[in-house]
């Protein structure tokens, strides 16, 4: 059975090292179940960086983004 997680980005944006951090988490929940993101409000370039593969090992694939524009 896989688990569903609804990930929320409430953060300093425009730290690098932040959304560094959110993409190794979301890395490691994919290994357990399917990822909601809710990016209402959240800046384009923040979720272009969580979606890059280049940033981290690789791209997450697991994510769904509940309100991408």
Do not use: W
Request: aromatic share 14%.
């Amino acid at each position: 059975m896989e688990n569903d997680f609804l990930y929320r980005p409430q953060t300093q944006y425009e730290n690098l090292g932040d959304a560094l951090i959110a993409k190794n988490l979301l890395e490691i929940l994919e290994n357990y179940g399917e990822i909601y993101i809710d990016d209402k409000n959240v800046p384009s370039n923040y979720i272009e960086i969580i979606k890059n593969k280049a940033c981290v090992s690789h791209e997450v694939y697991k994510c769904h983004f509940a309100f991408y524009r």
